[in-house]
């Protein structure tokens, strides 16, 4: 399988991710240290936490969907490995994470981190086997996958659009991937394929066939992401 992937973006991402998280943490000590050495500027103390507050934030955000172990681009490349040269991988420069092309059409694979038991009941998504404090901070933030998928194949098809100048372009198929081997998935009745690690490149292997980029089309979405066929 052809890799295509933005380290600079990831790691940039990543460090601000980093940075904002420990001057969240500086600002939080330092409005600490005003109430007890300065009480009557209660305003400062009040702004720090709230200050403080923020940035911590930001930086569980940032932390959260870039600072993962491994990065989001290898875990996907990961969930897909054995797949030959004629699937290419496109990781954040397409306007969906992770834009896959295949033999029998186009892809997005939103890739999911959490643990537990993941279930859809036909009307929203659960989770259950992680702690409260967790989802609080955003590390098993859940959400809504199946429209954030669509969300991810309807950005790849603006961009596609964009790039070949042309309404026309074939139709992009979301899928959700749960990345943890541990995630227990049961979500049949999901509006778009959600599909435990083990069962992603069976999936991808055995999809139906639909239209796809024409060789010349493929050629300038690759010229676009700055790669030469």
Do not use: C
């Amino acid at each position: 399988m052809r890799k295509i992937s933005n380290p600079r973006m990831l790691k940039r991402n990543k460090q601000i991710g980093n940075i904002s998280h420990i001057a969240g943490l500086l600002v939080l000590a330092g409005g600490l240290a005003v109430t007890f050495y300065l009480p009557e500027r209660l305003d400062l103390s009040y702004l720090s936490v709230i200050l403080g507050f923020i940035l911590v934030n930001i930086g569980n955000t940032f932390t959260n969907r870039w600072g993962k172990v491994p990065p989001p681009d290898e875990a996907v490349d990961n969930l897909l490995k054995g797949l030959d040269n004629r699937y290419t991988i496109v990781h954040y420069r397409l306007g969906a994470e992770h834009a896959l092309f295949t033999p029998n059409g186009i892809v997005t694979i939103l890739g999911k981190y959490e643990r537990g038991k993941v279930r859809f009941d036909g009307k929203k998504w659960r989770q259950s086997g992680v702690s409260g404090f967790m989802k609080f901070f955003g590390a098993e933030a859940l959400g809504n996958p199946s429209a954030d998928s669509q969300f991810e194949s309807e950005a790849l098809t603006r961009k596609l659009r964009k790039i070949l100048k042309t309404d026309d372009v074939p139709p992009v198929r979301p899928v959700i991937a749960f990345v943890n081997n541990t995630t227990q998935v049961e979500a049949d009745s999901s509006p778009v394929p959600a599909l435990h690690a083990s069962k992603v490149k069976d999936y991808i292997r055995h999809l139906p066939k639909n239209p796809t980029l024409r060789p010349e089309q493929f050629r300038q979405v690759l010229e676009y992401t700055g790669v030469k066929d």
